[in-house]
């Protein structure tokens, strides 16, 4: 039997009170390049992830999992990541050719 009493519910001597979490969610997304909200324009195409990740590992000797390891990760939208991103890659000879990978 459920008994509603305020917020407060009581299903078989277990009680329930309703309570607010509140949670800091990404509202924005800037692209560092053209400035759009890429979060508002995902909203708008349906797409569902966005990622770029340029990453840079060295070292000194062959303790790899120690290595320098700089990343750096741009937010660039996906207009701006085929406009001048793969433009310019192509320009210094870089192959730009996607690797596809299925789950
Ligand atoms: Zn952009």
Known sequence: MNIV???RRV???????????????IDKIFCD???EDMLAEFNKSGLLYDDCI???KYAHDYDYDHADHH?????????CF????????KSIGL???YKYEYR
């Not at 085929?82 to 890659?89: C, G, V």
Request: with cysteine; net charge neutral; charged share 25%.
């Open 5 to 7: 009493k305020g917020t």
């Open 11 to 25: 299903i078989n001597m277990k009680t329930y009170k309703t309570e607010t979490i509140v949670r800091e969610t």
């Open 33 to 35: 390049i053209c400035g």
């Open 54 to 56: 340029i990453s840079h």
């Open 71 to 79: 990343e750096f990760e741009p937010d660039i939208c996906p207009k």
């Open 82 to 89: 085929q406009s001048k991103i793969i433009p310019f890659l």
């Open 95 to 97: 192959n730009t050719e």
